[in-house]
């Protein structure tokens, strides 16, 4: 084989090699194009059957939120005795049966969405505590009043967890 033997084959195979790479280059854009479509239409489907479940988790939560906030729950609660202790428990175990009545939510929606309500919750019945603290609180309507008087210098717990809510949810359109 001579020189112009070899140089023959070489410029037959230059060409063919470059329509190799060119088809190559295309097929692999084509695969990555199909598989982030599939991947996209796989997301639609999922998020069609559980955006409902998590737009309801959210909702239970702000209710849970809302029954929490002191102004409320201290309306809904009344005192069974006027021992503000009594009514200090009688506060706190509301809370908490409305938050373990809606404990399952947390798979819905994000941790840290969830840790902002628990944090809520319990600033919430750390308020309380707290209201039910000085001496001169000494009768379950005085620590009504207490806690109202709180939450009228200063903004309840619920309200920054319900903002943080409002926010995730706007995300997920």
């Not at 908490?96 to 919750?121: P, R």
Request: glycine fraction near 0%.
């Amino acid at each position: 084989m001579n020189f112009s033997d070899i140089s023959d084959v070489l410029l037959y195979m230059v060409p063919a090699l470059i329509i190799a790479m060119i088809a190559y280059y295309f097929f692999s854009q084509n695969f990555k194009m199909e598989t982030a479509r599939l991947h996209y239409l796989m997301n639609k489907d999922n998020n069609k059957h559980s955006l409902p479940m998590r737009l309801q988790a959210y909702e239970r939560m702000t209710l849970f939120l809302e029954r929490i906030k002191p102004s409320k729950l201290l309306i809904r609660v009344t005192p069974s005795s006027s021992k503000k202790n009594d009514y200090e428990e009688l506060l706190i175990a509301n809370i908490e049966q409305e938050f373990e009545h809606n404990l399952a939510q947390q798979i819905y929606i994000s941790s840290e969405c969830w840790t902002i309500i628990t944090t809520a919750k319990n600033a919430t019945i750390q308020l309380i505590r707290k209201a039910n603290l000085p001496e001169s609180t000494d009768s379950a309507n005085k620590l009504r009043e207490v806690v109202l008087k709180e939450m009228m210098e200063k903004q309840s717990p619920s309200d920054a967890a319900l903002a943080f809510i409002k926010q995730e949810v706007n995300e997920l359109w």
